[in-house]
């Protein structure tokens, strides 16, 4: 007897939605950065235990948005909290609850969704304070089940799906079961190269920047040629994308290639250009271009 389970991963930016993801899957198919507000589109994650299908949707951190492409981050989020099996509501080992996560309980409340609280990141703080935060969020909503785990070091993971598993209904696997996501290959790699621009480049200049994959081509023999046109929002940004003698594009194209090669599974050559588009997170046009189409 097949099982299936629709679950949403949701919580404020930052609090490790992505890694968790890809600790579940087992592969790398969220990217992840210190910065906030690194998913911008809901990303199906898959994986099975034994009969079981656990189907994830990843979403962006849900924040007080600044920009139409925040405004349509945020609506992802709020719409993702309805009809799924599941919520998992993560949150950080700490005795407050902020703004975000009162929203996000709002929003459970609203839909009356079943919610495990998922509290990460525990490889950072003592065990006895864990306590409080547990006490805390009991208060606040008759979640499921509130499990502490670390997305990072993998503690709590198992006991975390047997929990999950208890939302399972019987059905058909929604998806075939040696797919783990149902992003087309170009949109992960053009991910990869952006998680690059928001590991090497600091402050606001990443967050106005996009990845498209304007050419993939697998040749005979076997390498793949992969072009990515990195879209940023000012002319001063694109010099600093680039960098001094072009060292920092350099850079950002190479530990890229890393990662796509380990994605793809064969040799990458990739090619980077940069361009401006001023203003794009705030023009519905560009935006739908990048591919952020509301429902």
């Not at 001063?236 to 190479?254: C, F, R, Y």
Request: hydrophobic share 40%; net charge negative; proline share 4%.
């Amino acid at each position: 007897m097949t099982k299936a389970a629709m679950i949403t991963v949701c919580g404020r930016p930052n609090v490790g939605k992505s890694t968790l993801t890809n600790a579940l899957v087992g592969e790398k198919i969220a990217i992840v950065s210190d910065k906030p507000q690194t998913t911008r589109n809901r990303i199906t994650a898959i994986f099975n235990r034994g009969e079981t299908q656990f189907v994830l949707l990843d979403t962006p951190g849900f924040h007080k948005p600044r920009t139409r492409l925040g405004d349509y981050m945020v609506n992802v989020v709020r719409e993702s909290v309805a009809d799924v099996d599941a919520v998992l509501l993560l949150v950080e080992p700490v005795a407050a609850i902020g703004p975000q996560e009162q929203a996000l309980i709002e929003r459970l409340r609203e839909t009356d969704a079943p919610a495990l609280l998922v509290i990460n990141k525990i490889d950072t703080v003592e065990k006895t304070r864990l306590l409080e935060v547990m006490a805390l969020y009991a208060g606040q909503y008759p979640f499921r089940a509130i499990l502490p785990v670390s997305a990072k070091t993998g503690e709590g993971l198992d006991e975390l799906i047997g929990e999950m598993e208890k939302f399972a209904v019987e059905s058909p696997h929604f998806f075939p079961d040696d797919m783990i996501t149902d992003q087309p290959e170009r949109q992960i790699c053009a991910e990869l190269v952006r998680e690059k621009l928001l590991k090497c480049l600091d402050k606001e200049i990443p967050h106005g920047t996009a990845v498209e994959i304007s050419r993939f081509t697998e040749r005979e023999d076997g390498i793949i040629e992969l072009e990515a046109t990195i879209y940023c929002e000012k002319d001063s940004h694109k010099g600093i994308i680039i960098g001094k003698k072009g060292a920092m594009l350099k850079k950002i194209g190479e530990l890229a290639r890393a990662d796509l090669e380990d994605f793809l599974g064969a040799k990458v050559y990739l090619q980077t250009w940069v361009k401006v588009k001023e203003n794009w997170r705030d023009s519905l046009a560009q935006l739908r271009n990048f591919g952020f189409n509301e429902n």
